[in-house]
């Protein structure tokens, strides 16, 4: 029993074979699949696939890289996708200082607005943070998030960061870059957080693990993420696989 708890097989990298791609998740051992949004397009197709598969369910919200184009009628379309049946969160959100795809000002502004939405509506969210680990910290502290329930998505911070945000009641996923030989802070990560606070993705079709890494990769393949965290931590894969399962469940609020 697996759930990745990070993907976007809304993608068109899997529009030839997207069934394929979903039934082969089945087939490995997967349960569920949290598809998650970046703009109010593949918000809207988050919701399509989650109601097309017993499996899937949703994510909505705006990607710091697309945010530059947002509006409070963007907000209003984001409340209205959050009350169909199996969306279970809001993201992804968060901060990309890397790119800088759209302004700072606006990146700050688009989060703190989507942190509240999530509020309003009683949905957790789901954050992206790359190249912002203590603005991204400072914004989250300062919400209180972990009242709503919250995870870090792909994490790459420091393991002293990650026991912040653990104290917070916020958790941390972990992706197809702790099987790369040099991922030493993620390995600490995974090392010294414990189970209960961790999830797995796939971020799929980013961040392609070991041994398929150049490749597109795919929800099935978040078997090698808990592989990896079970070896580190010397426990058994079918206990990593349960508890990361039951820590999804726990924060989507799945029965």
């Known amino acids: 029993m697996l759930f990745d708890s990070h993907a976007h097989l809304d993608d068109s990298r899997f529009d030839r074979d997207r069934d394929a791609v979903i039934r082969a ?6 349960q569920y699949i949290l598809n998650a949004g970046a703009s109010l397009t593949t918000s809207v197709k988050a919701v399509n696939l989650s109601e097309k598969y ?50 700072k000002e606006e990146q700050r502004k688009w989060f703190k607005r989507q942190i509240e939405l999530a509020k309003e509506v009683n949905l957790p969210i789901i954050i992206h943070d790359r190249d912002a680990n203590q603005e991204t910290f400072d914004i989250l502290k300062q919400h209180q998030v972990g009242d709503i329930g919250c995870v870090m998505h792909c994490y790459s911070g420091s393991v002293e960061l990650a026991k912040e945000y653990i104290k917070r009641g916020i958790y941390i ?6 099987t790369f030989n040099n991922a030493k802070k993620v390995q600490q990560v995974a ?7 961790l ?4 971020d799929c079709p980013y961040l392609t693990p070991v041994p398929y890494r150049g490749k597109r990769n795919e929800s099935a393949y978040v078997r090698y993420v808990a592989e990896a965290i079970a070896e580190i931590k010397g426990i058994s894969f079918e206990e990593v696989a349960e508890t990361t399962t039951k820590n999804a469940k726990k924060l989507f609020r799945i029965e």
């Open 173 to 178: 996923s972990i992706a197809g870059p702790l």
């Open 54 to 103: 017993e499996m899937i369910y949703a994510a909505v919200g705006v990607h710091p890289h697309d945010v530059k184009d947002m509006d409070e009628d963007t907000i209003e379309v984001l409340k209205s996708l959050t009350n169909k049946k199996k969306v279970v969160a809001v993201g992804e959100i968060g901060l990309d200082y890397y790119y800088n795809h759209s302004p």
């Open 25 to 30: 998740a089945k087939e490995s051992g997967l």
């Open 199 to 202: 999830l797995v993705e796939t």
């Open 191 to 197: 090392r010294e957080i414990p189970l209960e606070w």
